[in-house]
């Protein structure tokens, strides 16, 4: 399959070792995987902060980028972020048709219709569940609430997780409850946000794994700084990071570089 990647906002400027692992699976897995040079910002930012208005070019700007998935010349899109998918599906038709213009309404639906989240793709299109990875880690997953709610990717990646070589997956103690992050909501409401990834910490804690994961790095960044201002010694590694591992290319932490390659300098 040709598979275009939607790279999104975050993974592009803060985590893009996330959409690198993205490209590295599914071409191990024998596909091509192509990076629309003018894709942008979803808006589900604008969106969820009240600006629907605001919104409207930036839909535009998603719809003509991915367009060609519509034309056939890709097979699909897939981005490594339940949210931004959801946001795709769930908020941008609706801004167009606010914005009176039912021409980008109905566009955007049909890019829409073939846009995944990576769990999705894999097991849905793909048909595959053993992707070849090796993790020798002891693991919990974190269902983040847009994947959750309303993607419903159900335990897609718990199966793909569960195929990893290695990898030891243990239960999350209240597994559907918020991180806290929300975007903007973790800025305009620090206080409860702050108490939110405090019990969600705990529970990641209480698990005993080693690694938490989840298919949104929003939502692991929140975690993530949670777990590492009180120390705990607990990494968060996106999905696709732990899908992409093999035992010839096995995960290390963003800007590390290999023991050869460390010994020769």
């Keep these: 399959m040709r598979i275009a ?31 629309p040079p003018g894709q942008a910002c979803c808006g589900q930012m604008h969106v969820n902060s009240g600006y629907p208005a605001q919104a409207e070019p930036v839909v535009r700007n998603h719809v003509r980028a991915f367009w060609p998935v519509v034309a056939g010349e890709w097979d699909a899109v897939v981005a490594p972020s339940g949210s931004c998918v959801g946001s795709t599906r769930h908020q941008q038709a609706r ?65 793909l997780l569960g195929q990893v070589d290695g990898l030891r997956l243990v239960d999350l103690p209240d597994a559907d409850q918020c991180c806290g992050f929300g975007g903007t909501f973790a800025l305009k409401n620090s206080a409860t946000s702050v108490a939110m990834v405090s019990d969600k910490a705990d529970c990641v804690q209480a698990s005993g794994a080693e690694v938490v994961t989840a298919g949104d790095w929003s939502c692991l960044m929140n975690i993530d700084g949670a777990l590492s201002r009180r120390g705990a010694g607990v990494r968060a590694v996106h999905l696709a990071e732990i899908l992409a591992a093999t035992r010839g290319e096995p995960w290390r932490p963003p800007g590390t570089r290999p023991a050869a390659a460390r010994s020769a300098s």
Aim: aromatic share 6%.
């Design 95 to 159: 801004v167009a048709r606010q914005a009176g213009d039912e021409r980008l309404a109905v566009a955007a639906e049909r890019v829409a219709a073939r846009t995944y989240e990576l769990s999705e793709l894999l097991v849905d299109v793909l048909g595959v569940t053993d992707v070849g990875a090796w993790f020798p880690h002891t693991v919990t997953y974190h269902p983040t609430c847009h994947s959750l709610r309303m993607l419903r990717v159900g335990d897609r990646p718990t199966r």
């Design 5 to 35: 990647l939607f790279t999104t906002c975050l993974v592009d400027g803060l985590f893009p070792h996330a959409a690198a692992a993205t490209v590295r699976l599914l071409e191990r897995l024998g596909h091509e995987v192509v990076v």
